[in-house]
């Protein structure tokens, strides 16, 4: 065959070489960084998830921490966007699944074997944990995951527009809702509760004096207050008082700070921010009783380590876990104040932190001690999608709350079926 | 890569094949049609054919936070599949969405191609800035469409521009009454999309011989529609049917928008969303999805078996 001469290299046939030079390149990516490569000292590694932490100096803490480990090199896979739980969950069933992972206490982990008990390293400062913190992480006797962090949220109020507006801490949700009319101008809006209106979750279930799962593991989140609670969050949403489709979400302080609204739900981790940027003009106030006599609600979030039990290498994963966050209390007293806020679960590393002492921290600390509650285990993440789809279409789109809970029920149904039958 | 599946459609008059020249003989031919073939078959066959197989074989079984299923239980994946009203409501979303899309960016990038190819000068720069846009990423340009045009606030942009009139602050995607998020989606992907086919119609449209306007004009045609209508748009026939189907598959493909703008929602997911919630997302449901992934299939069969009927595609003959 004799060789091409360079006059047939014309523009089409080189595009067409470039095509199909561009079709390979998918069938290259597969051989990509599965961040195995490579080792420390020891030749060893491991690979550990965190989704994104809004605030500076996450990342870099993070990956700081994991180098000052000897035994393996860690690498580090910083997982941005809003949905960590299905990345992280269709990770785990490949071979590049993670060692260690940060998340939140869920059943569906334990009994499906995906992550190992960690009594052994846990037990001999069991009693230095916040109990309800050990208690949220325990399955028959068995306890699954150190915390790290535990994040208490609320609503946070710019102090001087409700004093403008004459008004009071709200102590009920129809003042809530009655708050966000009177606070919204043309330039401000009342109430952010989140883009999606789902991050209040948690709270609203237990304002409105029900549950999600009862001691027995049944449905307690279909009452009538719920229902009513549901009603007046549509009144709202449609009243034009709430901020929606802010550029950024509940979980970031840019809405209080811009002056976009007037109350924001939001985490303890914000409050360094947000004080720096409004000083004293800064409250907060527990999500309202939405039913009467039912309590105000604080919702303790918090990420907690677990180690991947279908690992390549669990003993290691497990001393990297002690190693981090069980011996280098240094380490977990900066993760848990040097950056954004966050009540450190470890009773001694609390005592000591000065930061949250006085002032709005202390505040926050008392609405986590007395109105917190802490996540249930046997809630897991297909029950929470449940609850969300219910917001979006009793709130969002306008259905019945009943038609909208019933559905829910069938899906939280088919769930608890699956883990407790 | 639709780039090289739709170049012979563009192509109006099929190229003459050259004489087979006697170089190589058959052992010769066999071998290069392996070389050449054989990585990609193999590619197929991995990424393709076999994970198609799997997700057959995963749609019997229940599958939870595990591809490697041990308990068979039937057809229960599809009963439950099929009565679930939100993988049917995903289909009537594609169904609108398409319905909307194709023929919209068809309309477009046509009369695109249409005013550059008539350009005298700056050609070549009009052309590409129509057709930059295709080199964005999906998931880019809905964040920027998100966060910046389509933002809730008072500054976002269309607010901006909206409130300059006295319309009050719209909620383009928290509120799905009214749809506004269709305007949002239809947008973004118009934005992205109508320059590619721009060019694929101003390639066709080099390729109809001027003679052809010219025996118009003799005939007593009138410049403009009656030549467009009479003379173009049969002369683009091939290209149109091609931009159709190609504008039917991305809009079946659409995943990246829908995902990025639309959180938390139960509205506004085509097939390919719904199906990963359900198989990916939070409920790690693989059966299920699976399922899903199995009847989307043979829907899909069928849609093109009775397409290649009614529109003679791929048939052989001068389809132009």
Same mark, same amino acid.
């Given at each position: 065959?004799?060789?091409?001469?360079?006059?047939?290299?014309?523009?089409r046939?080189?595009?067409r070489?470039?095509?199909?030079?561009a079709?390979?390149?998918p069938?290259?990516?597969?051989?990509g960084?599965?961040? /195995?490569?490579?080792?420390?000292?020891?030749g060893?590694?491991l690979?550990q998830y965190?989704?994104?932490?809004g605030?500076?100096?996450?990342?870099e803490?993070?990956?700081?921490?994991?180098?000052?480990?000897?035994?393996a090199?860690?690498?580090?896979?910083?997982?941005?966007?809003?949905n960590f739980?299905?990345?992280?969950?269709s990770?785990?069933?490949?071979d590049?699944?993670?060692d260690?992972?940060?998340?939140?206490p869920q059943l569906?982990?334990? /009994?499906?074997?995906?992550?190992?008990?960690?009594?052994?390293i846990?037990d001999?400062?069991?009693?230095?944990f916040n109990?309800?913190?050990?208690?949220?992480?325990?399955?028959?006797?068995k306890?699954y995951?150190v915390?790290?962090i535990?994040?208490?949220q609320?609503f946070y109020y710019?102090k001087?527009?409700?004093?403008k507006?004459g008004?009071g801490?709200p102590?009920?949700?129809d003042?809530?809702?009655e708050?966000?009319?009177?606070?919204?101008?043309?330039k401000v809006?009342?109430?952010?509760?989140g883009?999606?209106?789902?991050?209040?979750?948690?709270a609203?279930?237990?304002?409105?004096?029900?549950?999600?799962?009862?001691? /027995?593991?049944?449905?307690?989140?279909h009452?009538d207050?719920?229902?009513?609670?549901?009603k007046?969050?549509?009144?709202m949403?449609?009243?034009?008082?709430?901020?929606?489709?802010?550029?950024a979400?509940?979980?970031?302080?840019?809405a209080?700070v811009q002056?976009?609204?007037?109350?924001?739900?939001?985490?303890?981790?914000a409050?360094?921010?947000?004080?720096?940027?409004?000083?004293?003009?800064?409250?907060?106030?527990?999500f309202?009783?939405?039913?009467?006599?039912a309590?105000?609600a604080?919702?303790?979030?918090?990420?907690?380590?677990?180690v991947?039990?279908?690992?390549e290498?669990v003993?290691?994963a497990k001393?990297?876990?002690?190693?981090?966050?069980i011996?280098?209390?240094?380490y977990?007293?900066?993760?848990?104040?040097?950056?954004?806020f966050?009540?450190?679960?470890?009773?001694?590393?609390?005592?000591s932190?000065?930061?949250?002492?006085s002032?709005?921290?202390?505040?926050?600390?008392?609405?986590?001690?007395?109105y917190?509650?802490?996540?249930?285990?046997?809630?897991t993440?297909?029950?929470?999608?449940?609850?969300?789809?219910v917001?979006?279409?009793a709130?969002r789109?306008?259905t019945?709350?009943?038609?909208?809970?019933?559905a829910?029920?069938?899906?939280?149904?088919r769930?608890?079926e699956?883990?407790f039958? | 890569?639709?780039t090289?599946?739709?170049?012979?459609?563009?192509?109006?008059?099929?190229a003459?094949a050259?004489?087979?020249g006697?170089?190589?003989?058959?052992?010769g031919?066999t071998?290069?049609?392996?070389?050449?073939t054989?990585p990609?078959l193999?590619?197929?066959?991995v990424?393709?054919?076999?994970p198609?197989?799997?997700?057959?074989?995963?749609s019997?079984?229940?599958?939870?936070y595990?591809?490697?299923?041990?308990?068979?239980?039937?057809?229960?994946?599809?009963?439950?599949?099929?009565?679930n009203?939100?993988?049917?409501?995903?289909?009537?979303?594609?169904?609108v969405?398409?319905?909307i899309?194709?023929?919209v960016?068809?309309?477009?990038?046509l009369?695109?191609?249409?005013?550059?190819h008539r350009?005298?000068f700056?050609?070549?720069?009009?052309?590409?800035v129509?057709?930059?846009?295709?080199a964005?990423?999906?998931?880019a340009?809905?964040l920027?469409?998100?966060?910046?045009?389509?933002?809730g606030?008072?500054?976002g942009?269309?607010n901006?521009?909206?409130?300059?009139?006295g319309?009050e602050?719209t909620?383009w995607?928290?509120d799905?009454?009214?749809?506004w998020?269709?305007?949002?989606?239809?947008?973004?992907?118009?934005?992205?999309?109508?320059?590619?086919?721009?060019?694929?119609?101003?390639?066709?449209l080099?390729?109809?011989?001027?003679?052809?306007?010219?025996?118009?004009?003799?005939d007593?045609?009138?410049?403009?529609w009656?030549?467009?209508?009479?003379?173009?748009?049969?002369?683009?026939r091939?290209?149109s049917t091609?931009v159709?189907?190609?504008l039917?598959?991305?809009?079946?493909?659409?995943f990246?928008?829908?995902?990025n703008?639309?959180?938390?929602?139960?509205?506004g997911?085509p097939?390919?969303v719904?199906?990963?919630?359900t198989a990916?997302?939070?409920?790690?449901?693989?059966?299920a999805?699976?399922?899903?992934a199995?009847?989307?299939?043979?829907?899909?069969?069928m849609v093109?078996?009775?397409?290649?009927?009614f529109l003679?595609?791929?048939r052989?003959?001068d389809?132009?």
């Open positions: 065959m004799p060789a091409p001469s360079s006059s047939t290299w014309d523009r046939s080189v595009l070489a470039a095509a199909g030079l079709a390979l390149g069938l290259a990516a597969c051989g960084d599965t961040g /195995r490569e490579g080792g420390g000292g020891s060893k590694s690979v965190f989704h994104a932490y605030e500076a100096g996450t990342q803490a993070i990956k700081r921490y994991a180098k000052a480990y000897d035994e090199r860690v690498t580090t896979q910083w997982i941005t966007g809003t739980e299905s990345k992280l969950f990770a785990l069933l490949t590049d699944a993670p260690v992972f940060e998340f939140h569906q982990l334990i /009994r499906s074997g995906q992550v190992a008990p960690l009594d052994d846990i001999p400062v069991k009693a230095d109990p309800a913190d050990i208690a949220s992480h325990t399955v028959d006797g306890v995951g915390r790290m535990d994040d208490p609320f710019r001087s527009l409700l004093e507006a008004l801490v102590r009920s949700l003042e809530l809702a708050a966000a009319a009177a606070l919204t101008t043309d809006k009342g109430l952010f509760i883009n999606s209106m789902v991050s209040t979750n948690h609203l279930v237990w304002a409105a004096g029900a549950d999600q799962l009862d001691d /027995r593991n049944r449905i307690a989140y009452t207050d719920v229902a009513a609670a549901l007046v969050y549509r009144r949403f449609t009243s034009g008082h709430l901020l929606l489709d802010a550029p979400d509940y979980w970031d302080p840019s209080l002056g976009l609204t007037a109350i924001q739900w939001c985490g303890m981790w409050m360094p921010v947000m004080q720096k940027a409004l000083g004293d003009d800064l409250g907060i106030f527990p309202p009783p939405a039913a009467p006599g309590k105000p604080v919702y303790n979030g918090g990420w907690s380590m677990f991947n039990a279908k690992g290498d003993d290691l001393d990297y876990v002690k190693w981090l966050w011996d280098q209390k240094e977990q007293e900066d993760w848990a104040l040097g950056y954004g966050h009540i450190p679960p470890r009773t001694s590393i609390a005592e932190a000065t930061e949250l002492k002032g709005l921290p202390a505040e926050a600390v008392k609405l986590f001690t007395d917190g509650r802490f996540d249930n285990i046997s809630w993440q297909a029950m929470i999608t449940a609850f969300e789809e917001v979006a279409n709130v789109k306008g019945d709350p009943e038609k909208a809970l019933d829910a029920d069938e899906k939280v149904g769930e608890l699956k883990l039958a | 890569m639709s090289t599946t739709t170049r012979d459609a563009t192509r109006p008059v099929p003459e050259p004489a087979a006697p170089r190589g003989g058959v052992r031919s071998l290069s049609f392996w070389l050449f054989g990609f193999a590619g197929l066959v990424f393709v054919y076999v198609i197989g799997w997700s057959a074989y995963l019997f079984f229940e599958a939870r595990t591809v490697t299923p041990d308990k068979f239980i039937g057809f229960d994946n599809y009963a439950l599949m099929l009565t009203g939100d993988f049917t409501g995903s289909l009537v979303t594609f169904t969405f398409a319905a899309i194709v023929p960016t068809w309309a477009l990038s009369g695109l191609a249409l005013m550059v350009l005298r700056m050609k070549a720069f009009f052309r590409s129509f057709f930059l846009p295709t964005c990423s999906f998931v340009a809905s920027i469409w998100k966060m910046s045009i389509f933002s606030v008072r500054f942009l269309m901006t521009v909206l409130g300059w009139f319309v602050n909620a995607l928290a799905p009454d009214p749809p998020y269709w305007l949002v989606i239809v947008t973004v992907r118009l934005w992205l999309q109508a320059g590619f086919y721009m060019i694929l119609f101003l390639a066709a080099q390729n109809i011989p001027p003679v052809l306007y010219e025996a118009a004009a003799i007593g045609a009138r410049p403009g009656q030549t467009f209508r009479h003379i173009t748009l049969p002369q683009l091939a290209t091609a159709v189907l190609l039917l598959v991305a809009a079946y493909q659409a990246d928008e829908f995902f703008l639309l959180a938390k929602s139960t509205w997911r097939p390919l719904e199906l990963y919630y990916l997302g939070d409920d790690q449901d693989y059966g999805g699976s399922a899903g199995v009847i989307l299939t043979l829907l899909i069969c093109t078996l009775l397409q290649g009927r003679g595609f791929g052989g003959d389809s132009r």
